[in-house]
């Protein structure tokens, strides 16, 4: 265990000193300490409201209470900082904290003559009034309590061949420490002393932070400590309110002769395509209302007997999404459609009814046109299906992994609409981007609170003509 840090436990550790036991908490989780010795009680005491190294705190122990004693202390020592619990110190510049369990802070050995370059995947951000550096390499995050740890990191992301350790502390802070502030960042993986490998290469940097942040599980998250609850049902309601007053309703499919007519499931996974070439008949406004209806209406409407989060109404609906709360929405761009004129409408899944929202007009032309370029540039869409996140109605309760969960329902929802599509012989494909600024301009949402996030394009199928003239 390397003495060049002191240690300390994280700042929201709440240790409770009795007369006879000592009981440290960290949100759902204690750990009680029965009749601890003295020396023990000293050092926990010592972790709480001071810093000192592990060599330090070993040797109170071992004073006070004896040297097996004292080589027990590393050990557990060595365990609650595997569990995230204790912080490592470089002052008066950093602190690196955990944010995730199983943490280990190994500092090498390595030649000073090296060169030293921060990550490419290390970045600074602002959290309550303090800089803080993260990598999706790291199991740690660095607090920077000083702001000459600012200055040194960014010498560090400009260092080259002649760097030299003096030259990077200057006159700002002695010149030990900075070496000390360099091991931590090497032992946090903000410095790599190896070269990146192929696979690590491949990685973009938003692409590895997006991953890690929805895939770990994070300690100093600090809602997770408590239920959460819902309460802004105004805004994020199950569905949403009429946006116009120009209502088409739609016709439903009977269900139960769909089900005596429809291919198979097995023929509708193995015949599932992309297609961008459709017939010169359009789609019906008919075709288009089954196909929304089949893949997206509210099915039911209940609540929970016991609605412990506040959710109020829930629905059931032909596709899966997380605790219920189905936060995607529908927006058909009409280019040409049986029926129904060119413009942009919103599908409103309870009522199964679209709502005008804006006239073809040239904005609206262009989005058929971006969605024509993203697709090959083959036949413009007929029927262009925006799906947008409203997000107030999934972070409140999934806001470490929300954006994740909504790429996920993107995908269940794209898998229902693809076979649903083929059951009916209708063209669909997936688009891989869209202009979502554009969009919001025209459908006039704030993009914090609904944005789109996915783009589907739907045509009637081609026609094979058997006698060719």
């Not at 409201?49 to 590393?74: C, K, M, R, Y």
């Not at 061949?161 to 420490?177: M, P």
């Not at 946006?243 to 499931?265: C, F, G, Q, W, Y």
């Amino acid at each position: 265990m390397s003495d060049t840090f002191t240690l300390s436990f994280r700042p929201e550790i709440v240790l409770t000193d009795e007369s006879d036991r000592l009981t440290l908490q960290f949100a759902t989780n204690s750990l009680t300490l029965d009749r601890p010795q003295p020396g023990l009680r000293s050092a926990l005491e010592h972790l709480k409201h001071s810093a000192l190294t592990a060599a330090q705190l070993t040797a109170i122990v071992v004073e006070a209470d004896g040297v097996e004693d004292g080589l027990n202390f590393e050990a557990e020592l060595q365990k609650l900082i595997n569990l995230g619990w204790i912080c490592h110190s470089v002052l008066p510049l950093v602190t690196a904290i955990a944010i995730a369990t199983d943490y280990q802070l190994v500092s090498p050995v390595f030649d000073w003559d090296k060169l030293l370059i921060l990550s490419r995947f290390a970045f600074l951000r602002q959290e309550n009034q303090q800089f803080v550096l993260e990598s999706p390499l790291s199991k740690a995050k660095i607090i920077l309590l000083d702001w000459r740890a600012a200055a040194l990191i960014g010498k560090l992301a400009q260092s080259d061949s002649s760097f030299k350790l003096e030259n990077l502390a200057d006159s700002l802070i002695d010149v030990e420490i900075v070496r000390s502030l360099i091991q931590l960042l090497i032992a946090t993986k903000m410095i790599s002393l190896e070269p990146e490998s192929e696979a690590l290469a491949e990685w973009q940097f938003h692409n590895l932070l997006f991953h890690r942040q929805t895939r770990l599980q994070r300690l100093d998250d600090v809602r997770k400590s408590k239920m959460p609850s819902f309460e802004d049902h105004e805004r994020s309601h199950f569905v949403k309110s009429p946006m116009s007053n120009r209502v088409i309703s739609l016709e439903k499919p009977h269900l139960e002769a769909l089900a005596k007519t429809d291919i198979s499931l097995t023929q509708a996974i193995e015949s599932r395509q992309s297609i961008r070439e459709y017939d010169n008949q359009p789609i019906t406004v008919n075709q288009l209302g089954e196909f929304l209806y089949r893949c997206a209406r509210v099915k039911e409407v209940y609540t929970h007997e016991e609605d412990i989060m506040n959710v109020g109404e829930c629905t059931k609906r032909p596709y899966p999404s997380a605790g219920r709360l189905y936060e995607l929405e529908i927006y058909p761009v009409i280019n040409r459609c049986q029926g129904l004129d060119s413009g942009l409408y919103h599908y409103q899944p309870l009522s199964h009814a679209l709502y005008a929202i804006a006239d073809g007009n040239l904005e609206v032309e262009d989005l058929i046109f971006d969605a024509w370029k993203s697709t090959g540039q083959q036949d413009a869409p007929q029927v262009l299906l925006i799906v947008t996140a409203r997000f107030g109605r999934l972070f409140w309760k999934y806001y470490g992994i929300g954006y994740g969960l909504i790429l996920k329902h993107i995908g269940v929802l794209f898998q229902t609409f693809y076979l649903v599509a083929t059951a009916m012989q209708l063209a669909p494909s997936a688009i891989g981007g869209g202009n979502s600024e554009q969009f919001g301009k025209i459908a006039n949402l704030n993009e914090y609170e609904e944005s789109s996030v996915g783009e589907f394009s739907l045509g009637s199928l081609k026609q094979i003509n058997d006698n060719p003239s």
